[in-house]
């Protein structure tokens, strides 16, 4: 080999070149199947998707009264409305909501009567109080990337979107070879010249917090072939091998030749103190790593060379410590003044820093704990924070994994999912943090520098044509560019079988059609505007257009569960839950980018996943787009 004894290599070109040559022979992750109870500090292996809306019926959210929302219209202080003992149905929080019902009232808001009725001061809106199917989690939706640490709160969103069993990466097995005729046992009345043998507890436990699971062997005494002999049954056994002590230029340091007579040496001896007579050998695809005996030097070896290597395993580094960090907020929070508050956030960095995005505050919504990157904590007395606002974030995963990612706020659209793993899988430093938020919002985070990109769909009324348009009119200066993604399918999400026989966008105006909506700012919910306006549609008739959802995929959940019989969106959510589809209309769905943010590492790779044929595969599965040329810059302002 070109490395030889006691080289003095530099740190960083001995792990890339340990690390590559380890990739070349063929390590990488392997999976295996555990029950989702058993996951958690596991990795998984691929992307696991949720089999059922969770909650998967609508759930009262609150102690009190079930009733019609339309018949407690008109309710005030001083014109209160009385409905019959028939009307209403006393329920607690978790019941099922009951047929013929669409909101709850608190019990703290209700006026029981002598004759069993009840009387409300107040006007209950549809779905108040109501944890509607697939509020938390709906059917299809991507719960975990692939290579990502499973948490405890992870293995809860699994179980409630019933996945009971998930691939993980196989956990490693290394192996601690002890060898030294000084070392002995640990015990408490040690001789002359003893040593305890400690270190194989300390590695030990190093290895299990970083997802390994350690093997330790006999002490091994300084003979070349009971060393040989060891190392051959630990390679036998296990996935790496520590060889412990035997690594410098002593009399009796035989480790070096022993990894040669089994496999190879890339390097003995590192550009480092303490830690400089470590050995990187190999035996194929499994790592052979002579470590000082020394325990400081020994830790020093495993923490800068093998714990990088595990990440070959799981495809993720483990560990790291609680840590707070200062970020800029990417929305408005409000916050009430009774109680101090706190609020679960994804961490990206942006161009001009780690960005703080709120996820939902529900007290039921179990997957924004998954998700969370960090704690906001708003103290007592506090109305709320501002977009913009510097915040300080106590994180919930390591800091490292923050920095070099890539940060997309703006309109929903399932292909980010798929754009996120395909990152994950090929360069797991890629970190793609995402919020939904709806085009404009994705405008106004490119103005404010907290994004590198911004997924938008808008149409220009007057041309007809998408995005360009409206980016000229809010960067007027110039200072982004419009990459081509895909053109995308919008229509009508309806019931299977199209029960009422709806021909077209203007049908949704039919009494007793139930309608459900996107939110105000998304791309979907401003041409539902336009085709309301153009189909002479009064959307103040129209029941539930004012009941919004944050994606496409919970629009399509509340038609399948039968909560709603239309709603716009697009096909490839449609086709998820086996929904009939009305097409409207094809537009066109692009990603906004920061001029700022266009050579960083992360949008680079971001281009090269969206003009791959992997891509292009998944949405093909997805259905419902039109790829022509993604990843193509249109145009720059």
């Not at 030889?4 to 530099?10: E, F, I, K, S």
């Not at 400081?296 to 395993?313: A, D, K, N, Q, T």
């Not at 793993?421 to 890629?430: F, K, N, S, Y």
């Amino acid at each position: 080999m070109g490395f030889r004894y006691l080289t003095n290599t530099p740190l960083e070109r001995a792990r890339e070149d340990y690390i590559n040559i380890l990739r070349k022979n063929g390590l990488e992750p392997m999976p295996e199947t555990v029950r989702a109870q058993d996951a958690a500090g596991r990795v998984s292996f691929r992307a696991v998707y949720a089999r059922i809306c969770a909650p998967h019926y609508h759930a009262c959210a609150m102690d009190g009264a079930a009733i019609a929302a339309s018949l407690s219209f008109g309710a005030t202080e001083t014109t209160p409305v009385t409905l019959a003992a028939g009307e209403y149905v006393p329920v607690d929080t978790g019941d099922p909501l009951p047929a013929g019902c669409d909101a709850v009232v608190m019990a703290e808001d209700i006026e029981p009567l002598e004759d069993g009725g009840i009387r409300l001061r107040a006007a209950a809106a549809p779905w108040q109080h109501v944890r509607q199917i697939g509020e938390d989690i709906c059917a299809g939706e991507m719960l975990l990337p692939s290579y990502t640490r499973i948490g405890p709160a992870a293995v809860g969103a699994m179980l409630a979107a019933g996945v009971l069993e998930c691939e993980v990466c196989k956990r490693p097995v290394v192996g601690i070879i002890p060898t030294g005729d000084e070392l002995v046992e640990p015990r408490e009345d040690p001789g002359e010249g003893d040593i305890i043998e400690f270190n194989s507890a300390i590695f030990s436990a190093m290895l299990r917090d970083w997802g390994a699971e350690p093997k330790v062997w006999p002490i091994v005494r300084d003979e070349a072939g009971a060393i040989e002999s060891a190392l051959r049954e630990a390679l036998s056994a296990c996935d790496a091998v520590l060889l412990n002590a035997g690594s410098s230029a002593g009399r009796e340091d035989l480790s070096c030749a022993a990894i040669e007579r089994v496999g190879e040496v890339l390097c003995h001896g590192l550009a480092i103190k303490p830690g400089k007579p470590a050995i990187l050998g190999y035996a194929g695809k499994k790592p052979i790593l002579g470590v000082p005996g020394y325990p400081v030097s020994g830790i020093l070896v495993l923490e800068e060379l093998l714990r990088p290597v595990l990440g070959l395993y799981t495809g993720t580094a483990p560990g790291g410590e609680e840590k707070t960090v200062s970020a800029k907020l990417g929305r408005g929070l409000v916050s009430g003044l009774k109680y101090r508050e706190f609020v679960r956030v994804r961490l990206g960095e942006g161009p001009e820093g780690l960005v703080a995005s709120p996820l939902d505050r529900g007290a039921g919504v179990v997957s924004s704990f998954m998700r969370a990157d960090g704690i906001l904590s708003l103290p007592q007395g506090c109305e709320g924070l501002e977009a913009g606002a510097q915040v300080g974030v106590r994180l919930l995963r390591p800091e490292s994994e923050l920095h070099g990612g890539l940060v997309v706020i703006g309109s929903h659209d399932p292909l980010l999912d798929e754009v996120s793993d395909l990152l994950r899988r090929t360069e797991p430093a890629v970190r793609m943090s995402s919020s939904h938020v709806g085009s404009m919002g994705g405008i106004m985070a490119i103005r404010r520098g907290e994004a590198h990109a911004a997924g938008i769909h808008l149409l220009d009324e007057a041309s007809g044509s998408y995005n360009e348009s409206c980016v000229e009119r809010f960067f007027p200066q110039g200072g982004v560019r419009l990459v081509e993604c895909v053109g995308r399918t919008q229509g009508l999400m309806l019931a299977p079988g199209n029960p009422l026989g709806l021909g077209g966008f203007a049908d949704i105006a039919r009494p007793g059609l139930r309608y459900v909506n996107r939110q105000k700012g998304s791309g979907t919910r401003i041409l539902a505007d336009y085709l309301c306006r153009k189909c002479g549609v009064d959307a103040s008739k129209v029941y539930g257009y004012g009941r919004e959802e944050l994606t496409h995929t919970s629009v399509a959940a509340q038609i399948a569960a039968g909560s709603a019989d239309a709603g716009m969106g697009i096909w490839s959510a449609a086709r998820l839950y086996g929904l009939d589809f009305l097409p409207v209309c094809t537009e066109q769905y692009d990603l906004l980018i920061a001029d700022s943010a266009w050579d960083s590492p992360a949008v680079r790779r971001l281009l090269e996943v969206l003009a791959s044929p992997e891509f292009k595969s998944r949405l093909t599965t997805l259905g419902g787009y039109i790829l022509d040329k993604p990843g193509k810059l249109r145009r720059r302002f």
